[in-house]
Structures are given as structure tokens and as C-alpha cells.
T-cell receptor, first 115, second 109 residues
Framework: KAGVTQTPRYLIKTRGQQVTLSCSPI?????VSWYQQTPGQGLQFLFE???????NKGNFPGRFSGRQFSNSRSEMNVSTLELGDSALYLC??????????????FGPGTRLTVL | AQRVTQPEKLLSVFKGAPVELKCNYS??????LFWYVQYSRQRLQLLLR??SRESIKGFTADLNKGETSFHLKKPFAQEEDSAMYYC???????????FGQGTRLTINP
């Protein structure tokens, strides 16, 4: 079965602009989580969407937002980009089970560079 | 606060030698612990989780609640084990993972 896909794979933006990243989960998965990976802070959780609702949220400013569509595809948006937003953005999908047996499957990431 | 600490950024061992990647955590409650691995040019993937008590690719990890540790061990390292390893925790059933900074393991021939 096809894995998690993310588009675009690479993106270059300038400060002040906004950006939208897309994630298509594995078929049948209803949960999509987003993570930011930087050399300094490592992997940090942004938010999780399940059945079109934000279920968990990390400690990021309101400039970072997301949504999920009825087909479970998810987008994340970053407004008013700052240099520090340069990072690899990973999404992960899972069934969304709450019994501890679930597994998150990660996508290849979108590399965002802010100039 | 939830935190995962991997004290070694880099670890290098010879093929056939034992490997131990350290992971300590702080969490108020009973977390779920995981080890994720990223091989060169591949995606981040789950290696094992503590509730499964499995041995995956010869790796095992025991949760020590007294020492709040979840060290990853393998008795005989192989060259294909060279990768980046991340320890992570989550609240039971939650999809929010808190990752350590990772340990780059290199197995020398």
C-alpha cells in the first residue's frame, strides 16, 4: 500500500510570506500529525488532526495552523514566515487508535527554507 | 514537563560488539516509550515500543520506571544497524510524540 506522501518536497520562501504544505496519509488512516525538525530543537510536535478535528496541539505560535479534509488529507499553513521557520516538516499518519497499539507512519518531509 | 534525553549524539562501535543506546525520560504518569530509526535516505520508522516487549532486528529495550530509562540494546552489532535512532514518548493512546535529540550510530567493519 502507498506510503505517506508530502508535497512539495522542497520550498523556498521569503520572510513575511505564507506557505501551505500538504500531506496525504496512508489509505484508511484517519489521524495525521505534523512535526517540525530543526538541527537545534530536533523533532517537535506541531498538531494532530483526527476526523477533521484538531485533537492535540504542541507549543507553537498561532502562525502555525492546520486542517484536515474529509478524505483525511491534511494541510498545514505557516503565516508571516520567519527565518527560524526554516526546517524539515514531517507528517505522520496512523489509524488514530487510543489503545496504545497504533503506529505512526512518517512521510519523507517538506524542506522549507525561509530567506 | 515531558522530556526525553539521549545523552550520546554519536556512538561508534565495531561489528559484532554489543550496542547500547541510552534514553532517559521525565514524565508525570505512565508514558508509552518508543524507539524510532532512520536509515540513510529512508523515512523515520518505528523500531519498537515498550508495550510490545518484542525483539526487532535483534534489538530490545526494557522500560525501567525506577530509573526512568528505556535503553536500546543489541548483543551483536551489524553494519546495517548504522542509522539515526530516536527515543520518543507519548501519553497512552495519544498521537503526540516527544522525541529525544537522537543518536547517530555507526557500526565499523
Amino acid at each position: 500500500k502507498a506510503g505517506v506522501t508530502q508535497t512539495p518536497r522542497y520550498l523556498i520562501k521569503t520572510r513575511g510570506q505564507q506557505v501551505t504544505l500538504s500531506c496525504s496519509p496512508i489509505s484508511g488512516h484517519r489521524s495525521v500529525s505534523w512535526y517540525q525538525q530543526t538541527p537545534g530543537q530536533g523533532l517537535q510536535f506541531l498538531f494532530e488532526y483526527f476526523s477533521e478535528t484538531q485533537r492535540n496541539k504542541g507549543n507553537f505560535p498561532g502562525r502555525f495552523s492546520g486542517r484536515q479534509f474529509s478524505n483525511s488529507r491534511s494541510e498545514m499553513n505557516v503565516s508571516t514566515l520567519e527565518l527560524g521557520d526554516s526546517a524539515l516538516y514531517l507528517c505522520a499518519s496512523s489509524l488514530g487508535l487510543a489503545d496504545g497499539t497504533d503506529t505512526q507512519y512518517f512521510g519523507p518531509g517538506t524542506r522549507l527554507t525561509v530567506l | 514537563a515531558q522530556r526525553v534525553t539521549q545523552p550520546e549524539k554519536l556512538l561508534s562501535v565495531f561489528k559484532g560488539a554489543p550496542v547500547e543506546l541510552k534514553c532517559n525520560y521525565s514524565y508525570s504518569g505512565s508514558p508509552e516509550l518508543f524507539w524510532y530509526v532512520q536509515y540513510s535516505r529512508q523515512r523515520l520508522q518505528l523500531l519498537l515500543r515498550h508495550i510490545s516487549r518484542e525483539s526487532i532486528k535483534g534489538f530490545t529495550a526494557d522500560l525501567n520506571k525506577g530509573e526512568t530509562s528505556f535503553h536500546l540494546k543489541k548483543p551483536f552489532a551489524q553494519e546495517e544497524d548504522s542509522a539515526m535512532y530516536y527515543c520518543a514518548l507519548s501519553h497512552k493512546g495519544a498521537q503526540k510524540l516527544v522525541f529525544g535529540q537522537g543518536t547517530r550510530l555507526t557500526i565499523n567493519p
